[in-house]
């Protein structure tokens, strides 16, 4: 099972490693990722919220592991609230780099032979990519995978 503290973990591992990510955060629940939103400072861009996992089991008898199910976020948020579609189109530009950056430091992590690391066995057919619209000026993108662990 992914702990919640293996999370916090991680978040801090992937802002080591991208340079880019300027904050992160682990959340509960909505209206916390909302209020986090609400606090946050263009200074702060760009920012990686990691969602506390929910788990089931996988496997038989004595193979069973923990189905991780992930979910982050990638989030720029504007100095202005009407900002021009050209801009709107760059700081998704910006982002996805950015989430292009995120998915390879995990894709890296499992292809580590050395590593014993969590993504060992990542789901690469679990993952799913979406555009995070326009909420609270912040905008990006959202990746959701299964991860399974022992």
């Known amino acids: 099972m992914l702990t919640i503290n293996r999370l ?17 955060q682990a959340i509960i629940t909505n209206e916390e990722f909302v209020k986090f939103l609400k606090e946050r400072k263009t200074a702060d ?18 193979k069973s592991k923990y189905a991780n ?26 982002v996805q780099l950015t989430t292009k950056q995120f998915v390879d430091y995990i894709l890296e992590q499992k292809s580590d032979e050395d590593s014993c690391g969590i993504f060992q066995y990542f789901n690469e057919s679990s993952a799913d990519i979406k555009v995070f619209w326009d909420g609270f000026e912040c905008r990006g993108y959202e990746i959701l995978f299964e ?4």
């Open 8 to 24: 916090r973990e991680f978040l801090i591992e992937a802002k080591t490693a991208i340079p880019e990510i300027k904050y992160t």
């Open 45 to 62: 861009n760009t920012m990686l919220f990691g969602v506390i996992p929910e788990h089931g089991l996988v496997g038989s008898e004595d």
């Open 69 to 94: 199910y992930l979910q982050f976020f990638l989030i720029d948020k504007s100095a202005t609230k009407d900002l021009k579609h050209d801009a709107k189109l760059d700081l998704y530009n910006k």
């Open 147 to 150: 991860l399974e662990t022992n």
